[in-house]
């Protein structure tokens, strides 16, 4: 199913993320056993303990309306989905915490039902990019035609009845939770012979045009789906961003994407500051954070904490505890240092993997249930943060993006936002200190 092989084959790193001298501590994530399967904490919400579970459902007949075959359906408003507001003057920004998933599809290990119900206990929203040829089976892969290769070729494989039952089983749950559903796009190719690095404009339009047509067509595509529930949103309207395969061929996918109605991508490298627009939609890629106990940074990714530990998905077991410890701490201290300084969103990328023994997935749900219920914290989706930033006065969003990594204003927010346009551009800018940079040709993975 869905080419786990392949697939680990393929997940590389962006020759942008380079590595960054930083002296960090640990903060222990090994003792947080804890607080990753206890309760959510004073600053959540208490959930009813009479709650269901969320179950699939039709809107009212007035609202619900089948989109072309049946595999997609107009159903209403997402649900779960808060109202952006715009800042008052002087008001601190909320802390905004993004966790993606790549390739989000629901095989045997059900690591995607299980995010989904962490995410729940911790009051945590999330995005799931999903990669289009997870919904297209094995005997149909000559649909798939990528760019520069071979029709019915692609480097993560396609997927099979089981499969796709279970990957729209949890996709149509997540869209319920208030989870937003973006793209992968579809075969994942990479490297500079053929990969998504080399693509055009054009070539690139055809394949999120192929990625919506996969999520869209699912039920023509597998007869014995027939009768599955439909997904309950309109793809076309849903889906508005997406990283790239290993985060290659970025100004091309924006620019395609751009056209296509995306308002954001995550294919890039940041530093961890406000993001920017860039080429007409908002750069919310993921940034560089602190590996603990050594000497530089990296992206804050699964991918990249074991590029950089073990060089493998399957280094040494003794191992396997430190290293996933160190990317928890890593991610926490990333978080302290925006909770603490500029409040820049932290985002944060994953895989629904088992690399070196899943201690990356243990991280990654110590990483939620440390901070996401913390005072002033929204765990949000892109989709939430974009709408969040598009609410503000840009005069607003200029200024926060003039702090630096980790600085917080120096006489407190309410002094910093009351009046935005009273100082100039380079006013409030730290002259160097806590700014990390992203240099030029050192080792992706930091080594």
Same mark, same amino acid.
């Given at each position: 199913m869905m080419g786990a092989a392949k697939r680990i084959?393929?997940?590389?790193?962006?020759?942008? %993320?380079?590595?960054?001298?930083? %002296?960090?501590?640990?903060?222990?994530?090994?003792?947080?056993?804890?607080?990753?399967?206890?309760? %959510?904490?004073p600053a959540a919400a208490k959930r009813d303990a009479?709650?269901?579970?969320?179950?699939?459902?039709?809107?009212?007949?007035?609202?619900?309306?089948?989109?072309?075959?049946?595999?997609?359906?107009?159903?209403?408003?997402?649900?779960?989905?808060?109202?952006?507001?715009?800042?008052?003057?002087?008001?601190?920004?909320?802390?905004f915490v993004v966790f993606s998933w790549d390739g989000a599809g629901e095989d045997s290990r059900k690591l995607f039902s299980h995010f989904r119900e962490v995410g729940e206990k911790?009051?945590?929203?999330?995005?799931?990019?999903?990669?289009?040829?997870?919904?297209?089976?094995?005997?149909?892969?000559?649909?798939?035609?990528?760019?520069?290769?071979?029709?019915?070729?692609s480097d993560i494989g396609f997927n099979d009845t089981e499969g796709i039952r279970n990957t729209i089983t949890q996709v149509r749950g997540a869209w319920e939770d208030g989870d937003e559903i973006g793209t992968h796009f579809n075969g994942h190719f990479c490297g500079p012979d053929g990969g998504v690095g080399t693509w055009s404009v054009d070539q690139w339009r055809s394949e999120i045009g192929q990625t919506k047509t996969f999520v869209k067509s699912w039920k023509t595509n597998d007869p014995d789906l027939k009768s599955e529930q439909p997904l309950p949103f309109d793809y076309d309207k849903e889906l508005i961003g997406g990283r790239t395969p290993c985060l290659e061929g970025q100004k091309n996918a924006v620019a395609a994407a751009r056209a296509m109605g995306f308002r954001y991508d995550s294919s890039g490298v940041n530093n961890q500051v406000w993001p920017e627009k860039k080429d007409g939609i908002r750069d919310l890629s993921m940034q560089l954070v602190p590996v603990?106990? $050594?000497?530089?940074?990296?992206?804050?990714m699964d991918y990249n904490f074991m590029f950089s530990q073990s060089g493998t998905t399957r280094g040494d077991p003794g191992r396997h505890g430190y290293w996933g410890n160190q990317m928890c701490d890593g991610l926490i201290q990333a978080f302290d240092r925006a909770y603490d300084g500029n409040r820049a969103p932290l985002?944060?990328?994953?895989?629904?993997?088992?690399?070196?023994?899943?201690?990356?997935? $243990?991280?990654?749900?110590?990483?939620?249930?440390?901070?996401?219920?913390?005072?002033?914290?929204?765990?949000?989706?892109? $989709?939430?943060?974009?709408?969040?930033?598009?609410?503000?006065?840009?005069?607003t969003l200029a200024k926060l993006g003039r702090l630096g990594v980790g600085q917080a204003p120096a006489k407190g927010w309410t002094d910093f936002l009351d009046e935005v346009a009273t100082s100039g551009p380079d006013a409030d800018r730290a002259s160097g200190a806590g700014k990390a940079h992203a240099g030029s040709g050192a080792d992706p993975a930091g080594r």
């Open positions: 084959a393929a997940e590389r790193v962006a020759p942008g %993320a380079m590595a960054v001298a930083l %002296a960090a501590g640990v903060v222990g994530c090994s003792s947080r056993a804890d607080s990753r399967t206890g309760a %959510a904490g009479g709650a269901k579970k969320n179950v699939p459902r039709a809107a009212p007949e007035s609202i619900f309306r089948l989109i072309g075959d049946g595999s997609t359906a107009f159903t209403g408003s997402q649900p779960k989905q808060p109202v952006a507001q715009r800042l008052a003057p002087g008001q601190k920004p909320p802390q911790y009051h945590a929203i999330m995005t799931y990019f999903l990669s289009g040829v997870y919904l297209l089976p094995e005997g149909k892969r000559e649909l798939y035609d990528p760019p520069k290769h071979s029709v019915g070729s603990p106990g $050594r000497e530089f940074e990296t992206l804050s985002i944060i990328g994953n895989h629904f993997e088992s690399w070196n023994g899943g201690t990356y997935m $243990r991280a990654v749900e110590q990483t939620i249930a440390t901070v996401c219920t913390k005072e002033g914290v929204r765990c949000v989706s892109f $989709r939430q943060l974009a709408d969040w930033l598009d609410a503000q006065d840009p005069a």
